[in-house]
């Protein structure tokens, strides 16, 4: 048992280097992929760095020759690499033939690289380089091996051997030509220069003094210049900058120049226009030249041409190149190694990931097919079943030989209803494979004057497929309706003219809704004299000194006290017969209680306020009432509007005696008198 469970965690255990399957896509084969990283994100997730293996289904269908030419030369038939579902016959010849199996396992190595979730590792797997000593059957004979011979760049489009070939032969020999014994012998003056004699006559002794005062014109010359004193403002960093090769070399070169005369040669460091200042590369360089290297160096590597074309386009071939071997010298170097050993040390170096159980049994294919997967394929008896992991592994569709490894393809439902069964706000009908639909972005439908003008000269109904968005139009049929109609662009543009509605005042619609009262209020006729009212029946409150109305609280005049014997409770609800009755009050909004209406003695039941009234019986708006049974007016300040209606005693003297109906009436046509 032990065994068991240590065979299946090694299984489930994936390191830096391996070969694993990846799950990109529910319903497509796996993607392989190499494993160069395994790093640990902030949120606890585990991403793995990985390089990625094309499948001939992945490349270029014009590239698929070239791989074909390389194993097999130039006598090959082509034939057409598909994912797609075969005929039983062809696909039991293809499976036989070593061309079909040395297509299924064969990848193609690539130098990209990319970031996946380790979640979506479903496996390992082995690519090994292709060798011609070893047949085809020690690569197919393999569970989960593949083989790559060559190299596939995404962006360029090509595929490239991985490896040189050994030149050998005769073809491969330089040609020598004959000697020429007429032509003279070239002078090796022309070839060479000479940089330093060593039978010169200066004693070692004089040529290192010479040395030392050519470094301390160097440093005074440092002194001098106003760009070095920045990047060296102290005495002890020109000293060493001026101490550096280039000094040494330029001393050479200036005594050799002169013949070895050491007194000509102390002339040249100090010429008139001041002392010889020298630099290399690595003091020419400004800190943020440095720096941009130093991010070149981390993305590119050594390759010195991407470094030139994205980063320095300034500088010279040689110049890159010279600081680069002056930089491996510098302590930045070497701690930039260090960080990167502490980097590489801290990163995982393997990685436990379950193994994936399927959740889902029907996954869509990538033709918009429904792939139905494991026991569901039992309902379909008449179809063929392929097997899920084989196809999964190496893309082909291979009969299955386990009832719960298989899968079926049905093609019976249109994609084109399903996408009408995931639109929002239509409904889905039962049993369908999605069961809730995805909202979809909002967009704005711009049509052109030619759609507008059509719309107005055809005989379709439009209104008709508005009703229905999923009934398709019949576009040709409508073009050949309206085209011969929009000949011209002077009718395109008469169709498509802004026109303004010409809309009915509001005293003519009173009259069509039914207005009989002429009569003109008073209360309508506005002052154009500006003169101040004689009285004002809503005055305007006081203001404060910050221009703010001083709004007065409306002390409780319409509330009663609570009931003898009634304590303070909150309402809720309760049973009909629990509910506390009060004093009915007289009016002609209810009906007065009879005896045949199943009352008692002619009494006529009331209902307290804010609660609900059985069924049939009027409902009238009531003050708010609070916990203690208090009832509780609000004032002008809780108004939720600018303008506040306060009713007077009278107006709900009246509205009390106006029935539901009239009330109603009221709402509806408020032009209309009511007494």
């Known amino acids: ?344 040390e801290s990163k995982l170096k393997q990685v436990y990931v379950p193994a994936y159980t399927r959740k889902s049994q029907r996954v869509t294919g990538p033709n918009g097919e429904v792939m139905v997967l494991g026991r569901d394929c039992e309902a379909y008896p008449d179809m063929t079943k392929y097997g899920w992991s084989t196809y999964k592994k190496y893309g082909k569709f291979i009969s299955a030989t386990s009832p719960e490894d298989c899968f079926i393809i049905d093609k019976s439902q249109n994609m084109a209803s399903r996408l009408a069964q995931l639109r929002p706000g239509l409904i889905i009908e039962p049993g369908s494979p999605a069961k809730g639909g995805k909202t979809r972005a909002a967009f704005f439908l711009r049509t052109t004057p030619l759609t507008r003008a059509a719309r107005r000269v055809t005989t379709t109904r439009l209104s008709h497929y508005a009703r229905r968005p999923t009934k398709l139009i019949d576009m040709k049929a409508l073009r050949a309706e309206v085209m011969p109609q929009l000949a011209t662009k002077a009718k395109v543009i008469a169709l498509t003219r802004f026109r303004v509605k010409q809309r009915a005042p509001i005293s003519e619609m009173c009259v069509r809704m039914g207005q009989s009262d002429s009569r003109v209020q008073e209360w309508l006729i506005l002052d154009n004299k500006r003169l101040a009212p004689a009285k004002e029946a809503f005055p305007r409150p006081a203001k404060r000194t910050d221009g703010s109305y001083i709004y007065e609280r409306i002390p409780n005049l319409g509330g009663e006290g609570p009931a003898p014997g009634r304590q303070q409770m909150l309402y809720k609800k309760r049973p009909y017969e629990e509910k506390p009755v009060e004093h009915a009050v007289p009016s002609k909004v209810g009906k007065a209680g009879s005896s045949g209406s199943g009352g008692k003695g002619g009494q006529t039941r009331a209902y307290s306020v804010n609660q609900v009234t059985p069924k049939g019986t009027r409902k009238i708006a009531t003050l708010t009432r609070v916990a203690g049974g208090q009832k509780t007016v609000i004032s002008w300040q809780d108004a939720p509007d600018d303008l506040f209606y306060r009713a007077s005693p009278q107006t709900k003297k009246t509205r009390k005696q106006l029935t539901v109906a009239a009330i109603r009436r009221a709402a509806r046509k408020p032009f209309r008198r009511l007494l």
């Open 1 to 344: 048992m032990a065994a068991s469970v240590g065979v299946a965690n090694s299984s489930n255990m994936y390191r830096v280097g391996d070969y694993v399957f990846f799950e990109n896509s529910a319903s497509g084969p796996y993607a392989v992929r190499r494993i160069e990283e395994l790093n640990k994100t902030a949120s606890g997730n585990v991403e793995a760095r990985v390089m990625c293996f094309y499948r001939r289904g992945e490349i270029p269908t014009s590239l698929i020759p070239l791989a074909d030419k390389h194993h097999w030369g130039d006598n090959v038939e082509m034939e057409q690499d598909s994912d797609d579902e075969e005929t039983p016959g062809e696909k039991e010849k293809n499976e036989n033939s070593e061309k079909a199996l040395l297509k299924q396992r064969e990848v193609f190595l690539s130098r990209q690289i990319e970031t996946l979730p380790a979640t979506l590792i479903r496996g390992k797997c082995s690519v090994t380089l292709l060798s011609e000593v070893e047949t085809i059957s020690s690569y197919t004979s393999r569970e989960d091996a593949f083989f790559y011979a060559l190299v596939y760049d995404p962006h360029q489009k090509t595929l490239l051997a991985d490896r040189g070939n050994i030149r050998i032969g005769s073809e491969f020999q330089a040609v020598i030509p004959q000697v020429n014994e007429k032509e003279p012998i070239r002078d090796s003056d022309d070839l060479e220069e000479l940089l330093w004699q060593e039978n010169n006559g200066l004693d070692e002794e004089k040529i290192n003094q010479f040395i030392i005062i050519s470094r301390s014109v160097g440093t005074f010359a440092r002194a001098l210049d106003c760009s070095s004193s920045v990047k060296q403002p102290s005495l002890h960093m020109s000293a060493a900058a001026a101490s550096r090769d280039i000094t040494v070399f330029h001393s050479y070169q200036a005594l050799h120049a002169h013949k070895y005369n050491i007194d000509a040669a102390l002339t040249s460091l100090v010429p008139t226009t001041g002392p010889v200042l020298c630099r290399d590369e690595m003091e020419d360089w400004s800190s943020a030249e440095a720096n941009l290297f130093e991010e070149a160096i981390e993305k590119y590597g050594k390759d010195f041409n991407d470094i030139k074309k994205d980063f320095l386009p300034w500088k010279s071939m040689r110049n890159i190149i010279e600081y680069f071997f002056m930089w491996k010298t510098t302590d930045r170097y070497v701690q930039q190694k260090r960080i990167k050993a502490m980097e590489s």
